[in-house]
């Protein structure tokens, strides 16, 4: 599992919602939202569970930290703080 304060996601999930923010940098540049402002809510690949980020102001935030706990796989060996559940 990943973590961010009091919310808790699947490590599966977080990969998926990497993707889908790493998708999107492949936009023209001057079309682009900042990453800092850019939220996935309107992906239609968005899995179910991060639905309720998506009514909290912070939840830009909450995805850029979430998308850098998944970044090369640290969470899978225990790296990252905003993991849990490595065994």
Same mark, same amino acid.
């Not at 977080?14 to 001057?30: A, S, T």
């Not at 402002?37 to 930290?65: N, T, W």
């Given at each position: 599992?990943?973590?961010?304060?009091?919310?808790?996601?699947? %490590? #599966?999930?977080?990969?998926?919602?990497?993707?889908? =923010?790493?998708?999107?940098?492949?936009?023209?540049?001057? =079309? =682009?939202?900042?990453?800092?402002?850019?939220?996935?809510?309107? #992906?239609?690949? %968005?899995? $179910? #569970?991060?639905?309720?980020?998506?009514?909290? $102001?912070?939840?830009? =935030?909450?995805?850029?930290? %979430?998308?850098?706990? !998944? #970044?090369?796989? %640290?969470? $899978?060996?225990? !790296?990252? !703080?905003?993991?849990?559940?490595?065994?």
């Amino acid at each position: 599992y990943a973590q961010d304060g009091d919310l808790k996601f699947s %490590l #599966e999930s977080v990969k998926k919602l990497k993707e889908l =923010m790493d998708g999107n940098r492949h936009i023209n540049p001057r =079309m =682009m939202v900042p990453m800092a402002g850019y939220s996935p809510c309107q #992906e239609k690949h %968005l899995p $179910e #569970e991060f639905q309720p980020v998506c009514k909290r $102001e912070d939840a830009p =935030m909450i995805f850029r930290r %979430l998308s850098l706990a !998944a #970044e090369d796989d %640290l969470c $899978e060996i225990c !790296a990252n !703080a905003a993991c849990a559940g490595c065994f």
